[in-house]
């Protein structure tokens, strides 16, 4: 089996474990798993193939959130409607926004997405991304003692970016 195909297994495995742990605030139980340690050791040759797969969970969860902002607009005339209570249930009456959840369920629940960082990091000790200060608008926040709030998809996109940056560096690009 190639490296690819034994990589994208092992996210199919990493996918299935997060879906089925889903609830969780933080990165701990998204990482107790076989498949995310087999990524791991799989070593730098992979990291292409985790930002190719952090890449395309961006793509799917940016082309999802315009979806639900177009689905907003549709029910309610716009797309500032905080999906709480009222709204939520009028929303969920709508046939099309029944089967956007069925996809999005799919397509996005389950996805590694920002937790690709701990991968690299782990395949990678030198990764880091910048801890800014409260409201400074870094990805990564100081927030209270010992706690860090994360802007989820800018620590998505800043990981992307550290991958093209930098990881010709720790693997042969083809």
Known sequence: MSLEDTFHQ????????????STHSFS?????CDAYRR???MGPQVLPLIREQLHDEYETAMRYENELKR?????????????FGEPYHRICEDEE???YQQRYRTEVIGNPGIHWCHAVKDIVPE?????????SGS???????????????EVKQAT??????NMHRYCLLP
């Open 97 to 99: 926004y029944q089967q």
């Open 71 to 83: 689905l907003k607009i549709k029910v309610f005339g716009t797309d500032s409607v905080e999906l």
């Open 139 to 153: 990805p990564i926040e100081r927030v209270a003692s010992g706690f860090v709030g994360l802007r989820v998809d």
């Open 10 to 21: 092992a996210v199919d495995a990493w996918k299935e474990h997060c879906r089925t742990n």
């Open 127 to 135: 990764f880091g991304l910048p801890v800014g200060e409260k409201d």
């Open 39 to 41: 990524i791991v050791l």
């Open 160 to 165: 992307i970016r550290w991958l093209d940056e």
């Open 28 to 32: 701990g139980p998204y990482l107790d």
